[in-house]
């Protein structure tokens, strides 16, 4: 007790510098044996245990001696030069395990009375972590560079000349051995985000980046956790900063760089933790968006929400032969992912497009953007993408009904710029092929009947949402031009055909190449049975 008293209560002069720089030394001295190195580590954090324990709460001199610990625990944790982890041996990456173990054990112990040195502790917790670069595409293991027994860990032989003996314990760390500190480390990030809330806002950001490194390592669980869960709960203790009214630009901004971090575990290899990452990020979008500033809503629209559409779009490009069985996979896998961030962005159109997104001044450049980005999924995506695309603009459609006042201008410029995308749509809705060659060179999919029905409500939405805004009924030329797109949106029978032409419906239904029916002459198929429907909307025509 009276040396632990010397080393925190006494000047470091005293006995904290001389006793922690030579324990340190012998750690890091590489030709030192590996029992010796293993001991002075045991010895470093022991101190390094004790002595938060008998720290009494003495305002400058315990954030001075947290200090101390913090900082010499790091020199344990951190690499020299921070060297690549395949560049270590098994005794310095054991070491670095033992110091990460203290660290834990700190936390738990003493987190809560922590008042310094988080910068420190983040760059322990980050150190671990190893860049999406250094790992393999299938994010499996890291291939390390080997050496023979002859090779030092500088280059083969002919490359070194050797006025040393090797260093003892100089054997490859194994995955395994890398893995565990990544384990042990982000055991350490989830005490600290169970009290997130105490920390301040330059450390809330050092918190997030690491969490967004921790989402791009190997282990999926710890990915899928990082991405999912831990940056769910950062961006709720973060809100709940925001209610008060003299942090709210502040912590705005750091809810939005937390945003942007999720961002970018979107697109990762793993279905799993993108997958995850989305969800996270448009569930955080929607349960607070109702208290968002109109300037935070421009940067989720701009920086967010178009990034990753253009993220997922590209990533599905970039599949380079999904004739393969592993490249279909993987093809279906990033569908779904956008799928997923599709419909998304349709709960968010529900929720908010008249009661925040409207009123942005952007907001018309912005609705522009996104219906080109449903045109280009509806033409060059797979088809199974193209129902939830279609389906995300009807959401967006079926909003405006609320708008009210001088939104109803908007509405109706928002309105005409759908229907020429529908207008445009319609040379590949109804496109005919008079082959199978000519259906296979076609650039574009033929239209599925879940597509078709999608389509056709659009269509419907469009013209009932203006309607309801305007008060008046459609030209007759945009009228004929309707008739017209719905001739070929399905295949049809002669008796049936005669009949809808009767009812001025000349359009949409001889569509004859959706890959998921198969003609039957007792049932009619899905957009027929539609368009049955469509007497009630086509025969009401006022003017």
Known sequence: MQNIHRLIYRSPDIAWNTT?????????????????????????????????????????????????????????????????????TSTSVELRRMGLETLHQILQGAGHTLVVGWETIFQMLGSVCRSSMSISGSFGAIQPTRHSSTDSIYGPPSLTIRTKPIPLGLGNPTEKSYNSLVKIAFQSLTLVCDSVSSLSPEHLRLCISTLGQFGHQADTNIALTAAASLLWSVSDAIQSKRKNVDEE?????????????????CTDPRAEVRDGAIQTLFRTMQL???????????????????????????????????????????????????????????????????????ILDSFLKAWGVFVGHIQETILIDNRSVSPPALRCL??????????????????????????????????????????????????????????????????????KTSRTMDGKEWDLKRLTRLMTILKGACRCFDSFEAILFNARISAVLTYPHSPDYRPDIDALPPVQVRICLLPRLLTDIHF
């Open 20 to 88: 922690t720089s030579h324990l340190l030394m012998i750690i890091r001295l590489p030709f030192a044996p590996q029992a010796i190195r293993i001991q002075a580590a045991k010895v470093l954090d022991e101190i390094l245990l004790v002595v938060p324990r008998h720290l009494s709460n003495t305002g400058e001199l315990q954030a001075d001696v947290q200090r101390r610990v913090i900082n010499v625990l790091a020199e344990q944790v951190v690499p020299d030069s921070m060297l690549p982890l395949h560049q270590q």
């Open 249 to 265: 630009p502040e912590y705005s901004e750091l809810w939005m760089f937390l945003l942007l971090e999720v961002l970018g575990l």
């Open 288 to 358: 607070y968006g109702a208290t968002l500033s109109s300037e935070t809503w421009e940067q989720c629209i701009w920086k967010v929400i178009f990034p990753l559409l253009d993220a997922l779009t590209r990533e599905i490009r970039n599949l380079t032969d999904p004739t393969q069985e592993h490249e279909r996979s993987a093809e279906h896998a990033w569908d779904e992912s956008k799928i997923l961030a599709l419909v998304s962005i349709g709960s968010i159109f529900s929720d908010f497009l008249v009661a925040k997104i409207m």
């Open 394 to 463: 009807e959401k967006g459609i079926k909003a405006f009904s609320a708008a009210e006042g001088v939104l109803r201008v908007r509405v109706m410029e928002s309105l005409d710029r759908v229907w020429e995308a529908m207008d445009m749509l319609s040379s590949s809705a109804t496109k005919r092929y008079n082959s199978p060659v000519d259906l296979e060179n076609s650039p574009h999919q033929p239209f599925t009947q879940e597509g078709l029905v999608a389509y056709v409500d659009v269509i419907q939405s469009t013209r």
